[in-house]
């Protein structure tokens, strides 16, 4: 019987210490920096427009084929405004298929997309999170804001120029 | 892109079998020599090629014999390589800490097999899966139902020539 | 069942799942029982069954760590592992250390999280409703863990084929030993609830007995072969990654009952932690991943890898004709082979032993089916 | 029976009735409360502060569920059942005091009445599996049969032990009595074995055999919904209450507290209400502690342990008052014998299958020289 007290006590004891509930809607649970949430589409404030160039290199490493983009002629390079010779015309994730792998960030050579800290996007309908170009670059704003991210190619000059220095 | 790294002749894994690996590659001829298996050697496991009318003999000689005892089957599968069906058993001793790969041809019309179930009672579900899928017929088995896909289906979905139902997006 | 002079009964078919509370998701049995007691058994399995081993073929050889994410969806990074493990021995690709080591101690926490999970679960098939929540607030903390390093609680394709993604945060070390010492704490709060309950002994102790060499017939592997007495682990057996630099003990039943099960996975849970213990203090400095091309193309060939997880033991039969897609890939699941002996296991025994049994084998359904 | 009588009573069934809705929805909500928090959870929090008015919440939802009914149910038994289960648990409340003078009808023969009707609610759970046509629902009406009916014999003969101390089977006289001493103090032995069986006879865990939701999915209630199952569920709380209020009759003193007078009403109750929830509180303590019985293991705790003690706490009932000895005479005979049987089963259970209970780390020998 002694076994049965013991659990006895530790439910007991139990019953006076702090409960570790967060009230979910209420309260939320802090995300860690690197936390995978969607994918998202980062926008060059710089210049005015987005990184993607339309590459379609994501689309096709995708595992999951939820990806689609469309590339077009840069108008802002044609005045000499940007570098960018190709622009995104056009880019959907269906965010329902999505499998939150990072297999698309990986790959991109233009530091364009990058996983946010999205993760609630409950929708009624099955398809509903079939997210297009503006809204992928509106939470790519709220990530960049949120995190002040700044694209791998320059902080990676940045160090290499310190550690010239 | 995937085009352009492609190569004319694509490269063979070395072999790199260990120390047991030697000894077993040594042995098999030796106490499987009335079966005359093909005995080879890839990366680092030894494998011998039998005719598939032999696979109970010679895994009931392999389970028995003290040198080999291998008394524990790893995994059982079907590889489908087109021309022919080819039946894969990975053995293991538990004793010995020693693996072999047995390997049986058959043919894709009518691909039909002995069951090991009676050696290895853990052959029973993977023989049904592999009936499932490739659609190997093991003869002996108790109960060749279905396993992993519903009554009635079908095809054999793990062929290579098996073709997709259309996937609809939502 | 009838005799002279008794009264007349029939057997009843009961149809347990697949949507039953304890047959650990979409499992079926189908049960003839008498009164109580249990006559026969007829599992069904293949309400998951995806074709992941066909999808295998249709994918390149970094996307396939996704996959088999999927698999068993409890160790995550124990099959991620056990892939990159496949195809680095294929191409002879060299993992760094610094990876191993990251590897080793991820793949050691992640057997924790399933162990913890088993154990709560295993509360439930017992009727107790208080270890699952001690077991999923440990649980929990793993899981933040593994945000913290790998950026996902459960899928997380972190390891990859070379290396893993990424280096470890900063303070990783520190947050690991808070959590080594906050988990060791739950474990023995949780242990001292359940295991010595004369109850819970009552219910598991003698229960679903299967001796050794059955268990090697029917293939069993993992706490469940070695609840018979059998020190089989490929962890000691074939040491892979960097696990012949550590020192700890494979726990070992007696009887091969399921309060033996039970036992020896809440034991491994404490030599886990023991190697990653080792593991943090050893860890070297260096590069984390050894860089490769973005479409892998092994050589011709094909390897057969082990690997030893939550559930038993894990192997992946890799098939490469030198493309960029593998041409067949056939997965070992663990709880496949342990699950087979599940008939031999319920012979005569109750209705609510058979709940207890397949809770001690500890199944996930994402691999049986596959 | 004037009128004026007849409307007396029939306000005061209806204040009952309401009163005991009011206990049950009190108790879920307490119930909730407390696994929540010994499980470190903090349960309802949502509807009202703290969670209050959640059990309203979830009445007026099981009240506007649809009804589903599966086609091959036996319509009639089936909709009776819930009745015949809730009935009884209901009518026993006519004869159990709250205080002195706050009864509906104080019976002589109110313990025997009591007994008499709980059994009644066996056979509404096993129509109520029966008539469901589902296995899980025969199964665990079956099981809830043979659970019932054996606890009954072990705790009708606790009672009768406290009967006998009280030489009444009125249950105020059996208040009354234990002025000097609570019988929890004289006879530890009928305490312990009229709490086990009453735990049995509510089907709580440890012995929630019949509704096992991990075995049989909730038994006989498995295939009711909305209103009907609120109706099992209601009676199962009232039962609950009904053990406890029992237990704080026959063993704790009622409403009497040394020190406090007993003869006032508001207090009584007040003390009553406490003994009874400190009790409840115990019931659920147990309930998110403990693991579940298997049948054959409740069924020889039943026949083997518990009717054996019952019996032997009769005869030293009998012999004390025979002889007239002295209180703490009594109390040492049950406590010794209370005192050996826990340890005569953990003996048994500890050594029954193996001597050891721990499992082997095996350390292979090319290990322990690197182990240094």
């Known amino acids: 019987m002694l076994g049965n007290l013991k659990g006895l006590m530790v439910t007991l004891s139990t019953f006076f210490r702090k409960p570790v509930t967060y009230q979910y809607p209420k309260e939320h649970k802090p995300i860690e920096d690197r936390y995978m949430g969607f994918p998202v589409l980062m926008w060059d404030a710089n210049v005015g427009e987005p990184y993607c160039t339309g590459c379609m290199v994501c689309v096709r490493y995708c595992p999951t084929s939820c990806i689609s983009a469309v590339m077009k002629d840069n108008p802002l390079h044609a005045d000499g405004q940007s570098t960018r010779r190709k622009i995104v015309d056009n880019f959907e994730i269906n965010l329902g298929r999505c499998i939150l792998c990072g297999i698309c960030v990986d790959v991109c050579n233009f530091d364009a997309i990058e996983m946010s800290h999205e993760h609630e996007l409950s929708k009624y309908a099955r398809n509903g999170n079939r997210t297009d170009l503006s809204k992928l670059l509106e939470m790519g704003k709220a990530y960049q804001e949120e995190t002040g991210w700044r694209p791998e190619k320059e902080t990676k000059k940045e160090e290499a120029v310190e550690a010239e220095n | 892109m995937a085009e352009r790294h492609r190569q004319e002749e694509t490269p063979q894994a070395p072999v790199a079998l260990d120390d047991r690996g030697h000894a077993l590659e040594l042995l098999l001829p030796e106490v499987l020599a009335e079966f005359q298996p093909e005995v080879g050697a890839v990366v680092d496991l030894v494998v011998a090629i039998v005719k598939p009318q032999d696979v109970p003999a010679i895994c009931k000689l392999a389970k028995e014999d003290p040198r080999l005892s291998f008394d524990y089957l790893m995994c059982l599968c079907v590889v489908d390589y087109v021309e022919h069906l080819q039946v894969v058993y990975h053995l293991y001793s538990t004793t010995m800490k020693h693996m072999m790969v047995l390997k049986a041809n058959v043919s894709p019309e009518k691909p039909s097999l002995p069951s090991v179930t009676s050696m290895w009672a853990g052959a029973d579900w993977y023989e049904r899966e592999s009936h499932d899928l490739f659609g190997v017929a093991f003869e002996g088995h108790p109960n060749m139902a279905p396993l992993l896909l519903y009554e009635g289906f079908e095809g054999y979905p793990g062929r290579r020539d098996y073709e997709m139902p259309e996937y609809r997006e939502w | 069942m009838s005799t002279e002079g008794q009264l007349d009964t029939i057997q009843m078919m009961v149809n347990m799942g697949p949507q039953h509370p304890s047959t650990h998701g979409v499992f079926r049995m189908v049960l003839w029982v008498d009164g109580e007691r249990v006559v026969d058994l007829e599992p069904h399995i293949g309400y998951l069954h995806r074709g992941s081993e066909k999808l295998c073929e249709g994918e390149l050889y970094a996307q396939i760590v996704t996959l088999f994410d999927r698999l068993d969806y409890i160790s995550n990074l124990n099959n991620e592992m056990l892939f990159c493990r496949a195809v680095e021995k294929l191409m ?279 | 029976m004037s009128a004026v009588e007849t409307l007396l009573l029939v ?362």
């Not at chain 3, 293939?219 to 892979?240: F, N, Q």
């Not at chain 4, 099981?143 to 406290?162: D, F, M, T």
């Not at chain 4, 309930?287 to 579940?292: D, I, S």
């Open chain 3, 92 to 370: 002879g690709l060299e993992v760094p250390e610094r990876a191993e080591y990251i590897r080793v101690i991820l793949c050691e926490l992640n057997r924790v999280a399933s162990h913890l999970l088993f154990f709560g679960t295993f509360g439930i098939d017992a009727g107790a409703m208080t270890p699952i929540m001690y077991a999923f607030r440990d649980r929990e903390k793993i899981q933040t863990m593994f945000e913290a390093v790998t950026g996902a609680r459960m899928m997380h394709n972190f390891i990859r084929i070379g290396g893993v993604k990424s280096d470890v945060p900063e303070d990783f070390g520190q947050r690991m030993r808070v959590l080594l010492r906050e988990i060791r704490q739950g474990i023995d709060e949780t242990d001292r609830l359940l295991s010595f309950s004369e109850i819970f002994l009552a219910r598991t102790k003698g229960i679903g007995v299967i001796d050794a060499e059955t268990a090697i017939t029917y293939g069993m592997s993992g706490p469940v072969l070695r609840a018979c007495g059998v020190p089989m682990d490929v962890r000691k057996d074939e040491p892979y990654s960097v696990y012949d630099r550590f020192d700890f003990g494979i726990p070992i039943g007696e009887k091969g009952d399921s309060w033996d099960r039970y036992y020896i996975r809440v034991e491994e849970m404490r030599q886990s932690m023991r190697i990653i213990e080792q593991a943090l203090e050893q860890i070297p400095d260096g590069p984390t991943i050894t860089p490769t091309r973005l479409v892998l193309r092994p050589p011709q060939g094909e390897v057969y890898v082990r690997g030893e997880n939550p559930r038993g033991e894990i192997g992946v039969y890799l098939v490469s004709n030198g493309a960029d897609r593998p041409y067949r890939v056939k997965v070992r699941p663990p709880s496949f082979c342990n699950l087979m002996a599940l008939k031999e296991l319920l012979k005569d025994t109750y209705v609510a032993d058979a709940v207890v049994i397949l809770g001690s084998l500890d199944i996930v359904l994402g691999e049986v089916d596959r």
């Open chain 4, 11 to 372: 306000s005061a069934i209806l204040g009952l009735l309401t009163g005991l809705s009011v206990v049950v929805l009190s108790l879920t909500w307490l119930e909730r409360k407390f696994l929540g928090r010994i499980q470190m959870r903090i349960g309802p929090m949502r509807v009202g502060p703290f969670g209050l008015l959640q059990p309203v919440a979830d009445a007026v939802k099981l009240m506007a569920k649809e009804d589903l009914l599966s086609s091959w149910v036996d319509r009639v038994v089936y909709w009776v059942a819930p009745l015949v289960v809730f009935v009884p648990t209901f009518m026993i409340w006519v004869t159990i005091p709250i205080t002195r003078d706050l009864v509906i009808r104080n019976l002589d023969m109110g313990l025997f009445y009591i007994i008499a009707l709980s059994v009644l609610s066996i056979v509404g759970l096993v129509t109520a599996g029966w008539a469901s046509s589902n296995k899980y629902a025969v199964l665990g009406g079956f099981r809830a049969a043979a659970q019932l009916i054996s606890y009954e014999i072990p705790l009708i003969l606790a009672v009768l032990g406290v009967a006998m101390l009280a030489q009444s089977l009125n249950l105020e006289n059996v208040v009354n009595s234990q002025g000097a001493f609570s019988y929890a103090l004289i006879q530890p032995l009928g305490l312990v074995i009229f709490f086990v069986a009453g735990l049995a006879e509510l089907g709580r865990t440890p012995f929630d055999i019949h509704p096992a939701e991990s075995e049989v999915v909730g038994g006989p209630f498995v295939e009711y919904s909305g209103a009907h199952w609120a109706v099992f569920f209601l009676a199962e709380y009232i039962n609950t209450f009904a053990i406890a209020a029992l237990t704080v009759l026959l063993f704790f003193g009622g409403w009497l507290f040394p020190g406090l007078p007993g003869d006032v009403s508001g207090l009584g109750v007040l003390v009553f209400l406490i003994k009874t929830y400190l009790v409840i509180l115990v019931i659920f303590w147990v309930r998110g502690t403990y693991p579940r019985l298997r049948i054959d293991q409740l069924m020889s705790l039943g026949w083997k342990v518990l009717v054996p003690l019952a019996f032997v706490n009769v005869v030293i009932t009998s012999v004390y008052l025979f002889y007239g000895w002295p209180a703490w005479s009594l109390s040492l005979m049950s406590l010794a014998i209370l005192g050996t049987a826990v340890w005569e089963i953990s003996r048994r259970m500890r050594t029954a299958p193996t001597p050891e209970y721990t499992v082997r780390l095996y350390v292979p020998s090319s290990e322990a020289s690197s182990a240094g």
